[in-house]
């Protein structure tokens, strides 16, 4: 380490106790921790036992993997023991087993896996629970779902749970897991459009409230009225308009440049 003191103060005892770094550091002495990464999914304390992990990878004693893969693989484990149904944890298992934990490895290989990442994936396992269950209270199972069935689903829950959803429904079908049924595609920024009561009292106040600024208000309206984006119709800038007045055009007959009181001379030849 850099800093020696910091490794000391890790592994000192405290208040005379033991400190969990140091068993953790004798269980490998002892052969009572096999030196894999298997081996260190389960050991307590957690956060500890990661350290530990990042350092024994770092000497080449473990083979080096990303730490959101640690960490997902250590999180998962722990969330399916939660799970009390056989069925249902054994979908789960064979889901993260062949599909995700295959594709996290493969998105490793092109560069550090990001925080965001592993928590898209744990979203996943999560919202794939809930769907299970929720079929499961309505008397179904995943190789009875019909289409009717998915699309009640899916019209009473988030886009954003359609979209994470998605993937498990896409890898059961190939599995045979389930009938292979459609899925609508994530739109982003769709959603339901409001009703025409809505609109009208929306309009009402935008026209008769001038507590907001003029502008803003303006482009509301044509958004409501016309469903138009905003930046489609760029607001009329009142402040241009009147320090700068366009000029008034010239008389027929006078110079642009004519001053009140010049008189255009008359052409040769004019009578």
């Keep these: 380490m850099n800093n020696p003191l910091t490794g000391l103060a890790w592994i000192s005892s405290r208040h005379g106790h033991p400190a969990p770094a140091a068993d953790l550091l004798r269980g490998p002495g002892r052969a009572d921790i096999e030196l894999s990464h298997d081996a260190f999914h389960r050991l307590q304390?957690?956060?500890?036992?990661?350290?530990?992990?990042?350092?024994?990878?770092?000497?080449?004693?473990?083979?080096?993997?990303?730490?959101?893969?640690?960490?997902?693989?250590?999180?998962l484990p722990?969330?399916?023991?939660?799970?009390?149904?056989?069925?249902?944890?054994?979908?789960?298992?064979?889901?993260?087993?062949?599909?995700?934990?295959?594709?996290?490895?493969?998105?490793?290989?092109?560069?550090?896996?990001?925080?965001?990442?592993r928590s898209e994936l744990g979203q996943q396992v999560l919202r794939v629970g809930d769907f299970l269950a929720g079929i499961q209270e309505q008397g179904l199972t995943l190789a009875r779902l019909g289409?009717?069935?998915l699309d009640r689903w899916i019209v009473t829950h988030q886009?954003?749970?359609?979209?994470?959803l998605k993937p498990?429904?896409?890898?059961?079908?190939?599995?045979?897991?389930?009938?292979?049924?459609?899925?609508?595609?994530?739109?982003?920024?769709?959603?339901?459009?409001?009703?025409?009561?809505?609109?009208?009292g929306l309009l009402r106040k935008l026209i008769?409230?001038?507590?907001?600024?003029?502008?803003?208000?303006?482009?509301?309206?044509?958004?409501?009225?016309?469903?138009?984006?905003?930046?489609?119709?760029?607001?009329?800038?009142?402040?241009?308009?009147?320090?700068?007045?366009p000029r008034r055009p010239a008389p027929v007959g006078r110079p642009a440049n004519a001053g009140p009181g010049t008189r255009r001379r008359p052409t040769a030849g004019a009578t």
């Design 45 to 75: 304390p957690w956060r500890a036992a990661a350290h530990l992990r990042e350092l024994l990878m770092q000497c080449d004693v473990l083979p080096p993997i990303d730490k959101q893969i640690l960490l997902f693989e250590r999180w």
């Design 78 to 117: 722990e969330h399916l023991d939660t799970i009390t149904d056989t069925e249902q944890r054994r979908l789960l298992r064979q889901y993260t087993t062949w599909h995700l934990l295959p594709w996290l490895r493969r998105r490793a290989e092109r560069g550090p896996v990001s925080r965001h990442t």
């Design 147 to 149: 289409q009717d069935d």
């Design 159 to 164: 886009p954003r749970q359609r979209q994470l």
């Design 168 to 200: 498990f429904l896409t890898w059961a079908a190939h599995a045979g897991h389930m009938p292979r049924l459609h899925v609508a595609a994530h739109r982003p920024g769709q959603r339901s459009p409001i009703t025409q009561h809505r609109r009208i």
């Design 208 to 245: 008769t409230d001038d507590t907001g600024e003029l502008r803003a208000r303006v482009a509301a309206i044509l958004l409501l009225l016309y469903a138009q984006p905003l930046g489609a119709h760029p607001a009329p800038d009142h402040r241009r308009h009147r320090h700068h007045r």
